[in-house]
């Protein structure tokens, strides 16, 4: 998948809307101007580097309300994936599918093959398809809707820290 637009700082976030894990359409332009908006993109549910990462977004939601912001997780995954992720992890932020890759290409965020994971959850085994994987990138966007902080190479453990730190010195 080619990559048309490469998001620079001061950039107005794309807009898009997308199926989220509860069936539900979500779309951004309901928050702009309202929140900081975290955007962080992943590779693929239920596997290890993406649950540390959504947990700790899970874990400093207080943070992130305080803070005046929102976060959702994107990634290639179907919403069936997403809400059988979700409710694993106890997650309690949207997560939406990018099946085709069209809101990581309008941010410029790399994309490549799918693939398939088995993961069992409450003793039932799934198996989680997806068509491509995102990379791993967070993006904030400003109450304005301009892009604020970009982040190309993302440690999944750490992304909410640096989140939030970047939060702490704007007020």
């Keep these: 998948m080619s990559v048309q637009k490469n998001l620079s700082l001061g950039d107005k976030i794309p807009l898009f809307k997308a199926t989220a894990d ?18 962080y993109f992943f590779p693929a549910a239920m ?3 993406c649950t540390k990462q959504a947990c700790s977004y899970r ?16 990634s290639g995954d179907k919403p069936e994936n997403l809400k059988l992720f979700k409710r694993a992890e106890s997650l309690n932020f949207p997560l939406l599918s990018d ?16 693939a ?9 085994e799934h198996e989680l398809v997806r068509d491509l994987t995102i990379k791993r990138w967070t993006f904030i966007a400003g109450k304005d809707g301009k892009i604020i902080y970009k982040n190309e190479a993302v440690d999944a453990e750490k992304d909410t820290e640096e989140v939030l730190h970047f939060l702490s010195i704007q007020k």
């Design 22 to 39: 509860d069936g539900s359409t979500w779309d951004i332009s309901k928050y702009i101007g309202k929140d900081y908006i975290i955007v």
């Design 59 to 74: 874990d400093h939601q207080g943070d992130l309300t305080s803070a005046d912001a929102i976060v959702v997780g994107i």
């Design 47 to 49: 596997t290890s580097g």
């Design 99 to 114: 099946a085709k890759g069209n809101i990581a290409n309008s941010f410029g965020v790399p994309a490549g093959e799918g």
């Design 116 to 124: 398939s994971i088995k993961r069992t959850v409450g003793a039932v």
